[in-house]
């Protein structure tokens, strides 16, 4: 394994809460069957920040992500560092590794179809983290659980805890996964492609959903895409990703109006031959985007 960045809190005791919930990835290289599939990735996230990873399909992304939660491939050969605050991911053993999936690490991925349980009520779901990672008792976690549906504004939150994910709509689907990786509280948000399969109507409101909760809850918020109109509705700041390379990373300001790469100039243009324009920005402060072609 690579040798891991300083700890900044280390070096100034004031940045300790900055640190604790700051993500750090440095030189991260996996291979998987001899081939090289992520290389030599680096970004930083703030503790509170709203950071993307952006890249066509088959660039690394999801793998990234994958990578941070300990959730690779068997037979993965990683090297480089993953540092959650003072805590280095990489190399820590499963047991280890389950403490802080949901706990300081939370998930929400593409398809809830297939994240969620078929079998078992969105309520005890929801329940499952708060269960695992607190002292709640059985009561007090049903309780959490429709404060948690309350949240992500499912209707009827009360009731919707007891019903099954076939008897939801895709739309309510995606906000019981929200509510799961929410459930413990975690530092870092990361959201793998979460509107993908959504209509477009109900991806805004889903993105509306994120840039809310994040805001209010002041975690940090990784945003992966292939769609630079939904990551500018969405983050400040992000890193391009191409066949498991950062080509490019920057401000989304930048990225939309002076972009260094042709991997981002390409996705501009993709993302201009929608509807979409990109002088339009999200304003995170009132949840809403000034331009409602930006999908």
């Known amino acids: 394994m690579n040798s891991t960045p300083p700890n900044p809190a280390a070096a100034n005791p004031a940045a300790a809460d900055l640190a604790a919930s700051g993500l750090t990835v440095s030189n991260l290289t996996i291979e998987v069957g001899g081939r090289v599939v992520i290389d030599d990735v680096s970004f930083h996230i703030d503790g509170g920040e709203r950071f993307g990873l952006i890249g066509e399909s088959g660039s690394g992304k999801s793998l990234t992500a994958l990578a941070l939660l300990g959730l690779l491939p068997d037979g993965a050969r990683v090297t480089g560092s993953i540092r959650l605050g003072d805590v280095e991911i990489v190399g820590l053993s499963e047991r280890e590794l389950a403490r802080i999936r949901g706990r300081r690490l939370g998930i929400v991925f593409q398809e809830p179809r297939t994240a969620l349980n078929p079998i078992r ?95 209010e809850r002041g975690m940090s918020l990784l945003f992966i895409t292939h769609d630079l109109a939904v990551l500018q509705r969405t983050v400040d700041r992000a890193s391009v990703l191409a066949e498991g390379r950062v080509v490019e990373e920057a401000s989304i300001e930048t990225l939309l109006h002076d972009p260094a790469s042709p991997v981002t100039r390409a996705l501009l243009e993709a993302a201009r031959a929608t509807t979409w324009t990109a002088g339009a920005t999200t304003d995170h402060d009132d949840d809403r985007a000034t331009d409602e072609g930006a999908l």
């Open 121 to 215: 009520t969105v309520g005890r779901q929801i329940m499952t983290p708060i269960r695992r990672h607190t002292d709640a008792s059985k009561h007090d976690a049903r309780r959490r659980a429709i404060e948690l549906a309350t949240l992500v504004r499912l209707p009827e939150p009360d009731r919707i805890v007891d019903r099954y994910p076939h008897q939801l709509s895709g739309g309510q689907r995606q906000r019981v996964a929200i509510a799961i990786a929410l459930a413990a509280d975690p530092e870092v948000l990361i959201a793998d492609e979460p509107t993908t399969a959504l209509d477009v109507t109900i991806q805004a409101e889903i993105l509306d959903l994120f840039a809310r909760i994040q805001r």
